[in-house]
Nanobody
Framework: EVQLVESGGGSVRAGGSLRLSCVAS????????IAWFHQAPGKEREWVSC????????YYADSVKGRFTISRDNARNTVYLQMNRLKPDKTAVYYC?????????????????????WGRGTPVTVSP
């Protein structure tokens, strides 16, 4: 059984930082790119970042460039999302998802339906 388990969410004041983790099991981890999404209450799930199976140059949504950093440790089957200078509009449940490859640069991110596996999410609350 494939499992993706997120952790590291919590409550933080605006300007603060959190590091999320996504631990995968039941799949050949280094065959998959891993992406992070977030979903605010009443809104659609939005793509945040993606990292290729071998690492390399990551992908970020414009709204998080320069503040969020995605990384992975294939030996630990883990992907991280370091979130700095958090803003209240980033209050959401954060999900990680596995896919064969990130989208091509210059193209729109793949919609959520195109991802193979999902975690259950970890909540992040950013207060003003």
């Amino acid at each position: 059984e494939v499992q993706l388990v997120e952790s590291g969410g919590g409550s933080v004041r605006a300007g603060g930082s959190l590091r999320l983790s996504c631990v995968a099991s039941g799949l050949r981890f280094d065959d998959y790119a891993i992406a992070w999404f977030h979903q605010a209450p009443g809104k659609e799930r939005e793509w945040v970042s993606c990292i290729l199976s071998g690492g390399g140059s990551p992908y970020y949504a414009d709204s998080v460039k320069g503040r969020f950093t995605i990384s992975r440790d294939n030996a630990r089957n883990t992907v991280y999302l370091q979130m700095n200078r958090l803003k209240p509009d980033k209050t959401a449940v954060y999900y990680c998802a596995a896919v064969g490859a990130c989208h091509k640069r210059g193209m729109s991110p793949r919609p959520p339906t195109k991802y193979d596996y999902w975690g259950r999410g970890t909540p992040v609350t950013v207060s003003p």
